[in-house]
């Protein structure tokens, strides 16, 4: 194996999953004797349902999904009312159909973790439960090691040209690397109980209630769905609560004095955070998901970044093992993933505060963003993997689709009902309206695809006799509005060539 993954959460088996899906087998070495069984994130976003499809577990996770897809999210004093602000209604978010041609899903982290598990595994990679990883070293030429099986306590070294650290919030690896976090820290600390209990009267089926209740210990909680019918956790600020306390504290946050209750487990205390690591990777040694970035819950975007933060690592890790590319472009994994990682963060605890906690309102919170444009498609990911364009300031948000490099690829609908969207991720790709450009790709051993009429060409910012130069993570590199340009000189610039898929 030339890549180790640690954790098997969200972020790592992401990267494992796409690690395969280019044709590069990983082992991935996970504490926990099983994938996580706790009631954790919920709901995929479109952009998440698009690499899920590219994945093709997109219609396993659609299936996944309770069958009731209504979604309700609520503030609210208690689940029986009042309701003080409706976030979600009856549906499971904005209609994002201009955006791309892939839906919403609202499958459980604890149903998501084994489809991409299994999904990992078909496309090589070795996951090893029950096992950690001790201590590690690196130099110029790979990764050196320790892993334990936690079940025989026996220990193995093993050397790999890199590792990837997706080991969540407390990652030992980030701490081992020395790099820092920043941002507000501890917010808050809580601590949650799962129950059943008839709530059919007052909440749907699949239900996410923000409490603000004076009567809960400190002023609110949070109120959640599982997938089991008629199962629910509810998390409030800390304390030592016995049985009988944590009953009244449920019928409390109900709204219903007298509701029969069944109290399942109460969980240990876990703290509500923010912050940022100051560098996403150093040397061979890469961060994803919770390990890089930690953030208030509200607002679901810990669970769907994890999971893009492997898809966005995944392909230039791969091209650089495959030696397609330099070292240089994973390089651009820090400059690409943390300026939207802290924009992000800072959103969340937004949500978090209006939501949660308006007691913490200081006068400093970054205002709320369009969600449908910026937070989901319109960021850029700016680096020297893409060569920006005369004028071009690299903001990082683009509230309409330009076509500019470092900015998504738009979605346009092909005649045949397709998303340019679907052309995407195995490799570069260029799109242009003119056969002579789709033989000087072709040639360079890029896919290219002949489009015709001018829709595609007005919404990338060319002329048909253009072409554009898209990364296989649907983000523009390069385009030319019309016949002039070096494509190789193009790709020598961005310090790597096409591949294609190894599957
Ligand atoms: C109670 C709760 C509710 C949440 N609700 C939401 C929500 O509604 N929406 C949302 O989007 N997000 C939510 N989140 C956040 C979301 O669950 C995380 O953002 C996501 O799980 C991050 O995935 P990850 O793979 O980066 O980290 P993790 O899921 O934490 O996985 C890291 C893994 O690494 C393993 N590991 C660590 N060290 C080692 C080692 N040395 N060797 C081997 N293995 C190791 C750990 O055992 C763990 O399994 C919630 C989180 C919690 C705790």
Sequence with gaps: MRVLVVGAGLSGLS????????????????RHATTSLHPKARGQFPQTMEVLRLAGVDQQVIDASPPEFEFRIV??????????????VDSMGPDLSDFSSAGWANTSQERLEPILADRARELGATIRFSTELVEFTQDEHGVTAVLRDLNTGEEQTVGVEYMVGADG????????????VTGRGVLGTGVGAIFEADLSS??????????????????????????????????????????????????????IPDLAVRLLEVGSSSD????????????????VGDAVRVMPPTGAFGGNTAVMDGFYLAWKLAMVVKGEAGQGLLDSHTPERRPYSEYIAQQQYTFYVERMAPHLDDGTLTPMA??????????????????????????LLEPEPTGRPGSRAPHVVLPDGSSTIELFGCGFVVLTGSPEWAARAEELGLTAHVLEGSDWAKAYGVTESGAVLVRPDFFVAWRTPDA???????????????HSCGV
């Design 15 to 30: 990267t494992a999953m796409f690690l395969g899906l280019h044709g590069v087998e990983s082992l991935v070495v996970e």
């Design 75 to 88: 503030v609210a004093q208690a689940a029986a009312g009042p309701v003080f602000n409706e976030i979600l």
């Design 169 to 180: 919030h407390r990652s030992p690896i980030r701490q081992a690397l020395g790099i820092g």
């Design 202 to 255: 007052v909440v749907p089926r699949n239900a996410l209630l923000y409490l603000q209740n004076p009567d809960l210990p400190g002023g609110g909680g949070a109120m959640v769905s599982t997938d089991e019918p008629g199962r629910y956790s509810l998390s409030v600020g800390l304390g030592e609560y016995s049985d009988q306390r944590w009953i009244e504290m449920i019928r409390t946050a109900a709204g």
């Design 272 to 287: 509500t955070k923010h912050w940022v690591a100051d560098t996403f990777g150093s040397g061979r040694v890469h961060l």
């Design 370 to 395: 369009d969600p449908i444009s910026m937070l989901f498609f319109g960021y850029r990911q700016i680096s020297d993997a893409v060569l920006l364009e005369p004028g071009d300031q690299g903001e």
């Design 484 to 498: 002039t340009g070096d494509l190789r000189q193009v790709l020598a610039d961005i310090r790597h060539q096409g």
